[in-house]
């Protein structure tokens, strides 16, 4: 009896394990990196829901209470605007359709307040608002961004500011993954 007790402690600790080790290049800030993302399912589209067939896909989950997602809003439409030809750029807002529309109507009312230009997001938007599409993401927080290929492969995710300047997404990593995965 004591010896099988001790093989089963043995295997536990020894051989389990070495099995559960972690795939060889995994990226925690990057999870689905490399992976198939999975059907871009979302609860409503706040706009006309985009032909992306053939295109590279960019995601930006944000939400209106988001101070840093609002402060992005001018650097996604200009890269939606210059990259429009190669990739759709799709807004997913972590809130209802109702709650996006008030906390718009609050954004304008503290940029006013502050004397600031109202940037509107000026690509398609929809909704997530039970973060079912972000879950399958793996996404920690928002903003997130997610670059998808024309295969359907995630290349890029992650925090639109990066960490401390570092990894953060410019013109050039979108041009970069775009002339990579064309």
């Known amino acids: 009896m004591m010896k099988r007790l001790l093989l089963i402690l043995f295997v536990s ?3 389990f394990p070495a099995f559960s080790q972690e795939e060889e290049g995994f990226n925690w800030n990057m999870p689905m990196l490399g992976k198939k993302a999975p059907d871009l399912k979302v609860k ?10 053939g295109k590279f896909i960019v995601l930006d989950f944000w939400a209106t209470f988001c101070g840093p997602c609002v402060k992005f809003t001018p650097h996604m439409n200009e890269f939606a605007n210059r990259f429009k030809k190669d990739a759709v750029f799709i807004a997913v807002a972590t809130e209802s359709v109702a709650k996006v529309e008030r906390g718009i109507l609050e954004i304008k009312k503290r940029k006013k307040k502050l004397n600031e230009k109202y940037t509107p997001i ?20 928002i903003p997130m961004v ?16 990066g960490d401390g300047g570092e990894n953060m997404l410019t013109s050039d990593v979108i041009e970069n993954i775009i002339e990579k995965y064309r």
Do not use: C, S
């Open 146 to 161: 997610i670059i998808i290929d024309k295969n359907g492969i995630v290349r890029w995710q992650g925090n639109p500011h």
């Open 13 to 15: 600790l020894f051989l």
């Open 122 to 141: 000026k690509f398609y938007q929809a909704t997530d608002p039970d973060y079912e599409l972000f879950n399958q993401f793996h996404g920690e927080g």
């Open 44 to 53: 409503d589209w706040i706009t006309e829901k985009p032909d992306m067939k």
